[in-house]
């Protein structure tokens, strides 16, 4: 499944947000849910995260592996993970690029869902996604802000 | 699947009941009819260490006809809706959505309370709840509060309810004079849930001007929403087949649709569209 969107940080340049999202003590701190994220090797970090949106809740550990990184403008990100409601991975793009006196940055990827959250939560998983990125960037705005 | 093992607890009133989500915070979940958290439960997407169940609380069961609005207790089936008299008559949105939930187990089962404080992006009952601006009566540790449709349904499986809140009423204002609402679907064809659900309440003058127009649409994004463009270009208006269908082009204008394996955002859209002009066309025959 297919998951894209964008957001704008105002008044923050995109040298700010990329050194925010590169930096796995920082994303740990706005990543709802987040309760472990460590660096296990140069570009790859071991996460669990406590995950819930309404009744839907559980944990998930994975990893997250940034590469082909392109400083201050593009990087990819692959993320994989397992818990009680089923497994999820996914490959993406972020793309990091000036805008008035801000940023704006796009986020595109793939994701594939297996397990009990593959059953009942395949039509939800896509708007929980954009829920769970949308609540990310606010934090990282307010946090780099 | 077998649900997580849980304490199940049954209290006699919703102040009890209250106290018991105050008392266990984010361990509680409130079930009612469990045709919603039961089956989460079962493939453990949801895990609650206990379940308060007021599903046996008898007073929460019931529809009255207040004249300016008709009032429903939290706990009144889907059955109870979609057969009752003065729901028919006067709220038949409200009783089409009903009747197309789930299958009859489930409309036995399930109640709008539940329905509505689970908030299921494809639930059918938003659609109409928005668009008859009820309101939400709830019952927390600070007593009651009232919370607006408009206000209610804040993202997907996500309401304005306070985590030790609970739904005890919902109220429905009526309309006076030449109206009719009506709600449609397409659903998805397993589990019954609204690829997309549109539902419309209108008021006619004397002559048969739309002098009231409110869409309410579900299964299309995170939340039920309402057409406010298709609203605000046919008030006032005469509607005719052209305007009908001109002013619902702009039914979905502005929404981030879902996109899955059953519907693509595009197709969702245009669903909206569609299902928003046959919903009012519906709903003006009711008026007529």
């Given at each position: ?145 | 699947m077998i649900a997580q093992n849980f304490e199940y607890v049954v ?115 938003p659609a109409s709840i928005v668009a008859f601006d009820a309101t939400m009566v709830t019952l927390g ?148």
């Amino acid at each position: 499944m297919k998951i894209e969107g964008q957001f704008t940080f105002d008044g923050i340049a995109p040298l700010a947000v990329w050194s925010f999202l590169t930096d796995p003590n920082r994303i740990a701190q706005c990543l709802p849910g987040c309760e472990k994220l460590v660096q296990t090797t140069e570009d790859t970090y071991d996460m669990e995260m406590r995950f819930g949106v309404g009744a839907i809740s559980g944990v998930f550990r994975g990893s997250i592996r940034l590469h082909d990184l392109k400083p201050t403008s593009e990087y990819q990100m692959t993320v994989g993970g397992s818990g009680t409601p089923g497994f999820v991975k996914g490959e993406g793009t972020v793309q990091l690029a000036p805008h008035d006196t801000g940023t704006l940055l796009r986020y595109s990827g793939d994701v594939a869902a297996g397990g009990p959250i593959a059953s009942l939560g395949q039509r939800m998983i896509g708007g929980a996604a954009r829920m769970v990125i949308d609540q990310f960037f606010k934090c990282v705005a307010g946090k780099v802000g | 699947m077998i649900a997580q093992n849980f304490e199940y607890v049954v209290p006699t009133s919703l102040g009890e009941a209250v106290n018991l989500l105050q008392k266990h915070g984010g361990r509680a979940k409130v079930v009612a009819g469990g045709h919603s958290l039961i089956p989460m439960m079962k493939l453990r997407l949801a895990a609650p260490e206990f379940l308060i169940d007021i599903g046996r609380i008898p007073e929460l069961s019931y529809i009255k006809d207040d004249g300016g609005k008709i009032r429903v207790g939290a706990l009144t089936t889907h059955y109870m809706i979609e057969t009752s008299d003065v729901i028919r008559r006067r709220l038949p949105a409200l009783a089409d959505a009903a009747g197309l939930i789930g299958d009859v187990q489930v409309r036995n089962k399930g109640t709008l309370g539940g329905s509505i404080a689970h908030a299921d992006p494809a639930a059918d009952y938003p659609a109409s709840i928005v668009a008859f601006d009820a309101t939400m009566v709830t019952l927390g540790p600070k007593g009651e509060r009232q919370i607006p449709a408009s206000k209610f349904f804040v993202d997907m499986l996500t309401t304005a309810l306070d985590q030790n809140e609970i739904v005890r009423e919902i109220q429905v204002p009526v309309k006076t004079g030449k109206t009719g609402s009506a709600y449609l679907k397409m659903a998805q064809k397993a589990s019954g849930f609204a690829i997309c659900g549109a539902a419309a309440v209108v008021e006619l003058d004397g002559s048969g001007t739309l002098s009231s127009v409110s869409i309410g649409i579900t299964g299309i994004s995170n939340h039920a929403f309402r057409a406010a463009k298709t609203e605000a270009e046919l008030k006032g208006q005469k509607p005719s087949a052209d305007t009908l269908k001109k002013a619902c082009e702009k039914a979905s204008d502005g929404v981030v649709a879902l996109d899955d394996i059953h519907a693509s955002a595009d197709y969702r859209l245009d669903l909206a569209r569609i299902y928003a002009r046959r919903a009012l066309e519906a709903a003006i025959k009711r008026a007529t």
